[in-house]
């Protein structure tokens, strides 16, 4: 990266910005530029919300969620229906399916799929949990909500057969996600339509 007339301090700062999903060397110089314009009303607000969420933000103890409380607003929440979880593969999947207001229940975060050409086995999921919120009694359905890529099928999969044993109802998203679709590049309507016309595993 060419250095900027003004010396490290910006480089520094649009150099980090440049690592960000959706940003480039360009787009991190002329955000840069944009907050320098507006310092009280942007560049330092952000600044104190990046510090606030760097000190206090932490993942639920329970679904996966990140959140400033432990456990989760979402956990905690007295309206939610607290005998169905939608098992997602990352946050990023949660807050899409909480932005359609499909999903009512509770969460589940993977942190990620099995996938044996990347060396990520079931061990390295947030699925013995899944199996103790199962087996605890209170928990009638389970939603596989995984993409549908290959490494989500066989996710879902391997939960379906894990969780099994429990006696739960394992359902699935149906219409609405396409084969290869992942939840957070999807629509409100669309995620909500999956939701809704969920199918037994």
Same mark, same amino acid.
């Given at each position: 990266?060419?250095?900027?007339?003004?010396?490290?301090?910006?480089?520094?700062? *649009?150099?980090?910005?440049?690592?960000?999903?959706?940003?480039?060397?360009?787009?991190?110089?002329?955000?840069?530029?944009?907050?320098?314009?507006?310092?009280?009303?942007?560049?330092?607000?952000?600044?104190?919300?990046?510090?606030?969420?760097?000190?206090?933000?932490?993942?639920?103890?329970?679904?996966?969620?990140?959140?400033?409380?432990?456990?989760?607003?979402?956990?905690?929440?007295?309206?939610?229906?607290?005998?169905?979880?939608?098992?997602?593969?990352?946050?990023?999947?949660?807050?899409?399916?909480?932005?359609?207001?499909?999903?009512?229940?509770?969460?589940?975060?993977?942190?990620?799929? *099995?996938?044996?050409?990347?060396? *990520?086995?079931?061990?390295?999921?947030?699925?013995?949990?899944?199996?103790?919120?199962?087996?605890?009694?209170? *928990?009638?359905?389970?939603?596989?909500?995984?993409?549908?890529?290959?490494?989500?099928?066989?996710?879902?999969?391997?939960?379906?057969?894990?969780?099994?044993?429990?006696?739960?109802?394992?359902?699935?998203?149906?219409?609405?996600?396409?084969?290869?679709?992942?939840?957070?590049?999807?629509?409100?309507?669309?995620?909500?339509?999956?939701?809704?016309?969920?199918?037994?595993?």
């Amino acid at each position: 990266m060419s250095h900027t007339p003004a010396g490290p301090d910006l480089d520094r700062l *649009i150099s980090l910005l440049a690592k960000l999903p959706g940003f480039g060397v360009r787009s991190a110089k002329r955000a840069v530029l944009h907050l320098l314009r507006h310092r009280d009303d942007k560049m330092q607000p952000l600044a104190e919300a990046l510090i606030a969420a760097a000190e206090n933000v932490k993942t639920c103890s329970i679904c996966g969620n990140w959140d400033s409380i432990d456990p989760c607003a979402i956990c905690t929440r007295q309206e939610r229906q607290n005998g169905i979880i939608c098992v997602v593969e990352d946050v990023a999947d949660l807050w899409a399916l909480e932005r359609s207001g499909a999903h009512q229940g509770l969460y589940h975060v993977l942190g990620g799929v *099995i996938s044996p050409l990347d060396g *990520i086995g079931a061990e390295d999921l947030n699925i013995a949990s899944l199996s103790q919120r199962a087996s605890a009694g209170g *928990i009638k359905e389970i939603v596989l909500a995984t993409s549908a890529t290959v490494d989500g099928q066989t996710t879902a999969h391997y939960l379906q057969e894990r969780l099994e044993p429990f006696g739960l109802v394992i359902t699935r998203l149906s219409h609405g996600v396409p084969v290869g679709g992942e939840l957070d590049y999807l629509d409100e309507g669309t995620l909500a339509a999956a939701i809704k016309s969920r199918r037994r595993f």
